[in-house]
């Protein structure tokens, strides 16, 4: 009987996955609101996307990936350079390359097909919130086709849109953080108002935390990251970040802004100017010059080097410290993206998305209460978020972590060593600057601009 049961729920939730507008219905997924749902299995498609990504770059897969007929026989496939290419260094890189191109390519046909969706009575929001069996098989049948294309320019065509798409997607994840930092400090200002005073001693500890920690950082960085007589762009850098970010989380606390917006503070600057310190940290880690780019895991072990080329019978290191923690961070923002439901009026504009009151609202609690389990289409008379713009940050997502997996770096002519490269360096630095600039007019705006409604 337990089988039988168990048989039965399987073959619902098949349904599920290869429905359509009725998979809202659908008893296996669970109580909450449709769009929520539907941001999150995309955002699954995406990590599933990035797991088999990292996967492809272990110590070890490069001898699994050469097996791929075509992939790397001696560099025959790349013309001009036969016989001379470093299968052990290429074919992760082509690996990840080709599967985030997948990614790529898979999310921006659907932000092609869901432009100017209104609301979910439109028939292609049955294609967005539904038929994930055939979207899941399209995905794989994408990626395997990647593989098979040859190489010509296209290494050095896609690494190129990777730096334009990874320089956009850190703006949008410094405009998540913004969010997350206001959403934050009004959550507790709020329960500080209502009962105890202590939410406001969490808000001062976590701000002095995110201060402190982005003071050590700043230290560090002069420390390891300089020389005496050498090093001027990372002391301009750090210097430069450093004073942007003393004078964001200044106008931050000016009466006229805290009159204007009794919300801003301090918290939401301290976590710009922590996320500012690890971007610094990250485009300096991209410098060509291994003198002023020693490793976080080559200062624990004593060990300057960072190259990228393996000595004979080693491996190549993709990643080290400022990767994984570049991952990490992505993940969070991908996570919260797919959930926030923001009132920060800005914020929602920049991101195509519509004031809410939180997960489930009042339908949802409604359809608790009669015991159903079953998404809620909150978006019968108009969608939450932009479907073709949500897609379109997915396809920023991927190029971000093809970036990200493969540390910026670029094959020399020969594709005999990875190697990086100054741009890197500028496109996260600049994105810092813009990032500093875009918090800064979400301050001022309301003053600059006084017969706008920014409420």
Known sequence: MGACLALCSAVSCVSCLCGSAPCLLCGCCPSSNNSTVTRLVFSFFLLLGTIVSVIMILPGMETQLKKIPGFCVGGSSIPGVSNHVNCDIVVGYKSVYRMCFAMACFFFLFSLIMIRVRSSKDPRAGLQNGFWFFKFLALVGITVGAFFIPDGTFNTVWFYFGVVGAFIFIIIQLILLIDFAHSWNQAWVQNAEEGSKCWYAGLLICTFLNYAASFAALVLFYLYYTKPDACPENKAFISLNFIFCVIVSIVSILPRVQE????????????????????????????????????????????SSLSPSPAPGQVVQWWDAQSIVGLVIFLMCTLYASIRSSNHSQVNKLMLTEEGSGPGGESSEGLREEGLRRPVDNEEEAVTYSYSFFHFCLVLSSLYIMMTLTNWYQPDAGYQVMTSAWPAVWVKISSSWLGLALYLWTLVAPLVLPDRDFN
């Open 260 to 303: 204007a917006q009794p919300h801003s503070g301090l918290l939401q600057a301290s976590v710009i100017t922590l996320y500012t310190m690890y971007v610094t940290w990250s485009a300096m880690t991209n410098e060509p010059d291994q003198t002023c780019n020693p490793s976080l895991l080559g200062l624990i072990s004593n060990s």
